[in-house]
């Protein structure tokens, strides 16, 4: 039978670490991590992004992630801590499970951008 999203969102969600906003702050006080925002760019317009955060959309993201494209941002790097968020965390849960089907190893879903926002991560204009 096919999958269908609550069933790739379950597989997402199993596969891939979810961190409290209070846990992710830790983790980007910690050291060398990404922090990836897979919002469409007009969310991000609007809201703004966490500081330091780059914006990939999702449909970018395997492109944006692969060092063999062309589209490939060098911030994506193996061997760096990946935290992953969206406005709500599904996008997000997602996104990480693709970048582990992808070889990223120590990849996190961080929540939704309001949450994190909210509990006092640094942000800024998009």
Known sequence: MAANVKD???QANAAVPKLSPA???E???SGDVLVVDVRDPTEVQQSGKL?????????MLEFRADPDSQ???PAFRKDRTILV????GGRSALAG??????GYTAVFNIGGFKDLAEAGIDVEPA
């Open 51 to 59: 500081k330091g955060a780059v914006n990939v959309s999702r449909g």
């Open 71 to 73: 589209y490939h941002n």
């Open 27 to 29: 983790k980007m006080r």
């Open 8 to 10: 790739l969102l379950a």
């Open 97 to 102: 499970k693709t970048l582990q089907d992808m």
């Open 23 to 25: 846990q992710a702050a």
């Open 85 to 88: 968020h969206c406005a709500s």
